[in-house]
């Protein structure tokens, strides 16, 4: 069964038929037991039983009620004051005998929402434990849950109207801080309590956020400080490291003067020790839903680890501002710290930056093959350029495509390259029925657009004698219009710029229409006659001499699973377009002859 509700963006929607997470880097759990347990919940064992419901949000760290220990030390004990039966279950990642604590802020709610065919809601949960939790009371396989008050388990609406629907289902929730009675009166109680519990969450927010922006402003330091300094979790002050700092000194120092490598600073900090800040691994998703004695456990039995210095590591390091005495601000800008004292002199920053980008340099190789259509033609799907090689003898193109590229043909023949982009070029050539088609046409078509042409002129002709007769009236009434108070100068001073903007374009669209559509057909067809006798030097051509002609006449060469796609230079799109004012592109590709099993694989 489907509930209204729905896992983060980065889940799946929720089912009953609930998987247990198990971690994926530890093998103590004892699959087989869970799996035992997750059948039980399944079959109705526990559906007389309650949970505990704990939430300790992050946001709010000095409330009392805030402690997930406090609170798991009241519903325990109210349940077993009222007899109330706790579900003997424990799932790593979920619960402990029964007790569910969550390190998450409940005010934190999604907005959006999927209205499904069958007019259903769908909206989202941003709390595992709570999410997973709903459904197994929506189901009916547990009688209820038991939680300190009514903003531990909502402070939100979202979470406050599932609240709702589940109490008036039959669904047992108790409150060990307040009752609720099945009246209008109870229910006027819930609803000031939830109003006051998403006031309070919203304020707290609210100040924290407030409160980094503040520092953040006054230059003090909200994050870790990279390595070089220690974080005592004081955000007013981050002394130096005093074994790091001055080996980091003396690294800005190295690379400053451009005679070291990267990994020679790199095998020189090593050798002297330098390791980076002591970090435990990261968690995984289980390690962060684990309750508090088990994260303390973790915490114990998980050590700290210096790691070596990396190429990576180390060009973090060289262009961090954080060195020079500068912090993050607000606006994603470096500002003055007052938090901690910088370890380099700008001068010396700055001149290791200049040292960095001379680094940054292409590679070339100082004697290239000389084969020729190197870099001409591209993979039509991932862009890579084919690269010429000889193989035997033969010279082909290979194109070092992306895994998930759908190119499957990476290797052409020279022959049959050149032959495709000959009759490519041939595509370009008016036939002899495409000739008669322009002669047929000539005294209708032709003549109506000529027409149409001339029209356009006349109108552009007209509009220029207006604009050309306002300036001249702006020019020789300039005074009269300032005293009459028809113009402001601002507002003169613009209407004559517009003005004269306007007669500049139209000058540019009259030029651009002084050919005829007549003329433009005399210039295509000799074109054409030229591309014929271009394509007939080209078949007799060595590789050479053919390079030269399609680097003339081609802009663009791209080949995907045995096609070949081209675009011509400017000159030449008439050609391709057939004088047609629009044209599919997809007309514009040539297949190439079948593969040669001989091909080699590269």
């Not at 109680?189 to 927010?205: G, L, P, R």
């Not at 409160?211 to 974080?231: D, S």
């Not at 039995?301 to 060195?323: A, C, D, M, Q």
């Not at 003329?519 to 390079?547: C, F, M, N, P, Q």
Request: proline residues 3%.
């Amino acid at each position: 069964m489907r509930l209204g509700c729905a896992l983060s963006r980065k889940a799946k929607c929720l089912t009953i038929g609930l998987r247990i997470n198990t971690m994926k880097d530890t093998t103590h759990i004892d699959h087989m037991a869970i799996a035992k347990i997750e059948k039980g919940i399944l079959a109705g064992k526990y559906k007389n039983c309650y949970f505990t419901y704990g939430r300790r949000s992050d946001k709010d760290p000095n409330n009392q009620k805030n402690s997930l220990s406090f609170q798991k030390k009241q519903t325990v004990l109210y349940a077993r004051n009222n007899h109330f039966i706790l579900a003997p279950i424990t799932i790593p990642g979920f619960c402990t005998d029964g007790v569910i604590s969550e390190k998450h802020s409940g005010y934190e709610e999604d907005d959006e929402f999927t209205v499904n065919k069958d007019g259903s809601v769908t909206v989202t949960i941003s709390r595992p434990k709570f999410r997973r939790l709903i459904g197994y009371l929506t189901k009916g396989l547990i009688k209820g849950v038991i939680v300190l008050c009514y903003d531990r388990i909502s402070r939100n609406s979202t979470d406050g109207a599932l609240i709702k629907k589940l109490i008036r289902q039959g669904v047992d929730i108790r409150f060990v801080w307040a009752s609720y009675e099945k009246n209008a009166s109870g229910s006027m109680h819930m609803n000031a309590d939830q109003m006051f519990a998403q006031h309070h969450a919203e304020i707290t927010s609210e100040k924290v956020l407030e409160m980094i922006e503040e520092m953040r402003g006054q230059g003090k330091i909200t994050n870790r400080a990279p390595v070089g300094y220690l974080n005592k979790g004081n955000m007013d002050w981050k002394p130096q490291d005093p074994v790091r700092a001055p080996l980091i000194k003396k690294m800005f120092e190295m690379a400053a003067t451009g005679e070291w490598s990267l990994s020679d600073i790199v095998g020189w900090a090593n050798e002297q020790g330098f390791t980076m800040t002591a970090m435990r691994r990261k968690r995984s998703e289980n390690e962060m839903l684990m309750d508090e004695d088990d994260e303390d456990a973790y915490f114990e039995n998980t050590p700290k680890i210096e790691r070596p210095l990396t190429v990576v590591g180390l060009h973090k390091i060289l262009t961090s501002k954080f060195y020079m005495g500068l912090t993050m601000g607000n606006n994603g800008q470096w500002v003055k710290s007052i938090a901690h004292e910088r370890i380099v002199e700008p001068a010396l920053f700055q001149q290791t930056q200049v040292a960095l980008r001379k680094r940054k340099v292409s590679i070339h190789y100082v004697e290239k093959l000389s084969l020729p259509h190197r870099g001409i033609v591209r993979c039509n799907d991932c862009g890579r350029v084919y690269t010429p090689y000889v193989r035997k003898g033969i010279q082909y193109y290979y194109s070092r495509c992306p895994e998930d590229c759908p190119n499957k043909s990476r290797n052409i023949n020279v022959t049959d390259l050149e032959k495709a982009i000959g009759d490519a070029i041939k595509q370009l050539v008016f036939t002899e029925s495409e000739k008669a088609e322009i002669d047929a046409k000539t005294s209708t078509d032709i003549a109506i657009m000529e027409n149409k042409r001339q029209a356009e002129l006349d109108q552009i002709d007209r509009r220029k004698r207006k604009v050309r007769e306002d300036l001249a009236y702006i020019g020789t009434n300039k005074l009269t219009l300032l005293r009459t108070g028809a113009y402001q100068p601002e507002e003169l001073l613009a209407e004559n710029d517009k003005l004269t903007t306007e007669l500049n374009l139209l000058l540019g669209q009259e030029a651009a229409s002084d050919a005829s559509m007549a003329e433009v057909i005399k210039e295509a067809i000799k074109l054409s006659e030229l591309l014929d006798s271009v394509a007939a030097i080209y078949d007799s051509a060595k590789s050479t001499d053919r390079e030269i002609i399609i680097r003339k006449v081609f802009s663009e060469l791209t080949y995907s699973n045995n096609m070949l796609q081209f675009k011509c230079k400017n000159s030449l799109r008439l050609m391709q377009s057939r004088l047609l004012p629009t044209y599919d592109p997809t007309g514009n590709r040539t297949p190439l002859p079948s593969l040669r099993s001989s091909c080699p694989n590269r």
